[in-house]
C-alpha cells in the first residue's frame, strides 16, 4: 500500500486469484478501465440496493426506466381540515422537471378546476373543509399579493441579505438544466398561511421593473400551494438530483462521458444504511469517484453520515464528495457568505465531531463542498433552483477526464455552463450579479477553506463558476490537494485492474513482476508520458516481499507528481 507517513491510501491488500495464468503470460493489450463515478442519493427510484448503470442512455430514457415516483405532503394551505395535504409525484419525462410541468399532477388542481373555470366556489362543499380557506377567499374582495417595495422577511435565505430578482418568464426551456431548489424553513411550526405567504412571496428588488398587475385572492392562494409542494425537502432533492445529472451528461461529449451508476439513498437514510449500501456497492465494483448528492450538515446526523462517506472511501481507496446544506453553519448562506472570518463560526460550539473527523486519516478520502450554482430565481408559486456544488465538481472532473485521461478539480479553473444564469443581489448598497447562490469574496472563501470546506464560487456578471481552493477535509496532515486525492483514487482503481486481469495464484513472483512491468508500460503508452510507472521487488518490515510501484505524473496532472504503492506477495 501506499506510504501511510504521507497519507496515501494505495492499495492495502490484494490476494492474487484472478487472471489470465502463468501459461497464458499477456495476450492482448487490455483496454484501460473507464473512468468511473458512482452517483448516491435520492432520487426517487426504488430502493433495493441496485447499481443502475447509465451505460450510455441519455436522461429521458432514464427517466423512462427507472419511473421515479415519490409521495410528498405539505401544509394544506387551500382549506381547514385536513391540515396536511399529499401528493404523489412522477417523473416520466424530461418536462416534469419544470416545475410548472410537475405542478400539473398536484390532485388538488384538478379538483378545484372545474369550480375556477366555472367560478362556482360553492361546488367545492362537496369536498367539506378542504378547500374553505378557498371559497372564501372567493368572496373577498381582490388584493395584490406581491409587494412592490423591497422588504426584507428575515427568514427566507433569498431574502435576507442577497435579495434575487423575481423576473423569470423567458427561456423558461433552461429549467430543464436546473437543479436545486433552496431549503426553506419549515412553517408547521407557527401554523400562519400569513407567514408562509411572508416567507415565500418574492419581493420586487428591481428598480426599473414595472409594477404587476394585482393577483386574485384564488391565485394567490393557489399559487402557495404549489409554492408549499416544491418546497418539501424531498422534492427539492430529489429534482435537484435529476436535473443535476442532467449537468453531468450534457457538459461533455456522449462517447466521452464518465462510465456512472446509480444508487438510491433515499434522503432520510442514517449514517448505518449509507455505510451499508456503499459497502455493497464498492464490493462488487470498482469506482474511481463517490458523488453523494444528498445534502448533509454539520450537526450529529450530517456529521456521521459523512464520517459513513469517509470511512468508506477510505477501506476501498476511493475518494467521496459531498455537499454541505446553505444553512450547515446554523446562519444562512447569504450571512455565512459576508462574514469577515466566516471560520470562526464553523469552530464555535456544535462542530466539534466534525473537526475530530478531520484528525482521522479517512479525512483524506473526503472532499466536502458548499455554494450552489444558480439556475432560477424565485418565482410567485416556485421556488428558486440551484445546481449543488458536488455536481457541478462532478461535471468538471468529468470535462477533465475527456481532455487529459486524468481527474483534476484546478483551483481557480473557470468553467460556463449554459444550465447556469447570473442573478441579481444587493449587496452592501450595491447591485451585484453572478451565478451562484451566495456571492463570497476570495478572502472569505480562503477562510472556509482552513476548515476542510471548498468553495463554489462564481465570477461577476457572468454565468461562470470555479473552485478556490478544492482540498480534501484532512486538518493540516499530509497532501490535502483535492486533485492529488482524486489522481491517487484513480490510481488505485487503474492498479487493482491490472492486477486482475494479469495475476493468477500460482505465478512466481518474478513472473509477475514481468506481467505488470508490461502491462503498466502500455499504460505509460496511453498516457502519453503524462504518468509513468516503475516496478521493483522489495521487503517489508517483517521481511515479507513487496512489489513496489511507483506512478509519477507530469506537474499538469497532479501537484504532488509521485505516488507510491505496496503490494505484499
Known amino acids: 500500500m501506499a506510504d501511510d507517513n504521507e497519507h496515501q491510501a494505495g492499495i492495502r491488500s490484494f490476494t492474487t486469484t484472478f487472471g489470465l495464468g502463468s501459461d497464458n503470460g499477456l495476450q492482448e493489450v487490455p483496454p484501460t478501465p473507464a473512468y468511473r463515478m458512482l452517483l448516491v442519493g435520492d432520487f426517487g427510484i426504488e430502493e433495493n440496493g441496485d447499481c443502475h448503470d447509465l451505460a450510455s442512455r441519455d436522461l429521458a430514457e432514464l427517466l423512462s426506466d427507472l419511473a421515479p415516483q415519490f409521495t410528498i405532503e405539505a401544509e394544506n394551505l387551500l382549506g381547514s381540515y385536513p391540515p396536511v395535504l399529499s401528493e404523489t409525484l412522477r417523473l416520466a419525462k424530461l418536462s416534469h422537471l419544470r416545475p410548472e410541468k410537475l405542478a400539473t399532477q398536484f390532485s388538488y388542481k384538478s379538483e378545484i378546476g372545474p369550480a375556477l373555470k366555472a367560478g362556482d366556489f360553492q361546488s367545492l362543499e362537496r369536498f367539506g373543509q378542504r378547500y374553505d380557506k378557498l371559497a372564501e377567499s372567493a368572496s373577498q374582495p381582490e388584493k395584490t399579493s406581491r409587494p412592490t417595495k423591497h422588504q426584507k422577511t ?19 426551456d433552461r429549467l430543464l438544466s436546473m437543479v436545486e431548489i ?132 477510505h477501506t476501498f481507496d476511493t475518494l467521496s464528495l459531498a455537499t454541505l446544506t446553505p444553512d450547515f453553519s446554523g446562519v444562512a448562506a447569504s450571512e455565512l457568505a459576508m462574514r469577515d472570518a466566516p471560520q470562526e463560526v464553523i469552530g464555535s460550539t456544535g462542530h ?29 408559486d416556485s421556488p428558486a433552483y440551484f445546481i449543488p456544488s458536488c455536481w457541478i465538481a462532478a461535471t468538471m472532473i468529468s470535462q477533465q477526464v475527456a481532455r487529459t485521461g486524468w481527474p483534476m478539480l484546478t483551483p ?120 509513468v510507472f516503475d516496478v521493483n521487488l522489495g521487503d517489508d518490515d517483517d521481511g515479507g516481499s513487496v512489489i513496489e510501484i511507483a506512478a509519477r505524473s507530469t506537474p499538469d496532472i497532479a501537484p504532488q507528481q509521485e505516488f507510491e504503492f505496496k503490494i505484499p506477495v
Open 154 to 172: 428575515g427568514v427566507a435565505e433569498e431574502t435576507t441579505k442577497q435579495d434575487m430578482n423575481p423576473d423569470i418568464l423567458d427561456d423558461l
Open 352 to 380: 466539534e465531531g466534525f473537526f475530530s473527523l478531520r484528525d482521522n486519516d479517512a479525512a483524506h478520502h473526503l472532499g466536502l463542498l458548499w455554494n450552489d450554482g444558480c439556475a432560477r430565481t424565485m418565482s410567485q
Open 412 to 531: 481557480g479553473l473557470r468553467a460556463e455552463f449554459d444550465a447556469l444564469e447570473v442573478q441579481s443581489k444587493h449587496i452592501g448598497g450595491r447591485e451585484v450579479g453572478d451565478a451562484v447562490r451566495a456571492t463570497i469574496s476570495r478572502d472569505s472563501s480562503e477562510a472556509l477553506a482552513q476548515t476542510g470546506i471548498t468553495v463554489l464560487s462564481g465570477q461577476e456578471n457572468r454565468a461562470s463558476v470555479f473552485f478556490g481552493q478544492p482540498a480534501t477535509i484532512a486538518n493540516g496532515k499530509g497532501d490535502q490537494s483535492l486533485t492529488n486525492a482524486l489522481v491517487l483514487a484513480r490510481l488505485n482503481t487503474l492498479l487493482q485492474s491490472v492486477l486482475m486481469e494479469t495475476f493468477s495464484a500460482d505465478q512466481p513472483v518474478d513472473e509477475m513482476l514481468q506481467t505488470l512491468r508490461l502491462r503498466l508500460a502500455q499504460l505509460n503508452d496511453i498516457y502519453s508520458g503524462k504518468m
Open 182 to 313: 433552496p431549503e426553506a424553513p419549515a412553517t408547521a411550526a407557527r401554523g400562519l398561511l400569513d407567514s408562509f405567504i411572508e416567507q415565500n412571496i418574492p419581493p420586487e428588488t428591481s428598480r426599473s421593473a414595472p409594477e404587476e398587475a394585482p393577483i386574485p385572492g384564488v391565485e394567490r392562494l393557489l399559487a402557495l400551494q404549489t409554492k408549499a409542494f416544491l418546497s418539501v425537502p424531498r422534492c427539492q432533492q430529489i429534482l435537484e438530483n435529476w436535473v443535476g445529472l442532467r449537468l453531468l451528461l450534457s457538459s461533455t461529449p456522449k462517447d466521452q462521458t464518465p462510465d456512472a451508476s446509480l444508487l438510491q439513498i433515499p434522503l432520510d437514510a442514517d449514517a448505518g444504511d449509507i455505510s451499508q449500501r456503499l459497502e455493497e456497492a464498492l464490493s462488487a465494483e470498482l469506482f474511481d469517484l463517490v458523488v453523494f448528492t444528498n445534502r448533509c450538515d454539520l450537526k450529529n446526523a450530517g456529521v456521521a453520515e459523512l464520517k459513513a462517506l469517509a470511512s468508506t472511501a
